[in-house]
């Protein structure tokens, strides 16, 4: 079955980086696009970040445009999330998911599989 573990997240100051991995199994990776989502306390999941198939295309929230990239190696079967100049309000749980097509979505509906999450802390 579809697996998706997350790691590389942490307690950071405020301009830091960090970057997140995604480490899935069970289904054949290169097929399906994958995004990053967060979720912080009292709110809802947000789309964070999306990338297709290839890796030649890539969409990104406003408020992490420009500081954030998302990536994939299709050889390893690994997303990635680059997060530079963190910020306190990046603080939330990232969770990483498998999209139902190769097409990129926006909303937690184009997405049928999830990670179990991990933690970003973003100090001031």
């Known amino acids: 079955q579809v697996s998706l573990v997350e790691s590389g997240g942490g307690l950071v100051q405020a301009g830091d980086s960090l970057r997140l991995s995604c480490a899935a199994s069970?289904?054949?990776?290169?097929?399906?696009?994958m995004a990053w989502f967060r979720q912080a306390p009292g709110k809802e999941r947000e789309f964070v970040a999306t990338?297709?198939?290839?890796?030649?295309?890539?969409y990104y929230a406003d408020s992490v445009k420009g500081r954030f990239t998302i990536s994939r190696d299709n050889a390893k079967n690994t997303l990635y999330l680059q997060m530079n100049g963190l910020k306190p309000e990046d603080t939330a749980v990232y969770y990483c998911?498998?999209?139902?097509?190769?097409?990129?979505?926006?909303?937690?509906?184009?997405?049928?599989?999830w990670g179990q999450g991990t933690q970003v802390t973003v100090s001031s």
């Open positions: 990338i297709n198939w290839g890796g030649s295309r890539t």
């Open positions: 998911a498998k999209g139902r097509s190769s097409v990129v979505g926006y909303d937690a509906r184009d997405y049928d599989s």
């Open positions: 069970g289904y054949i990776f290169s097929n399906y696009a």
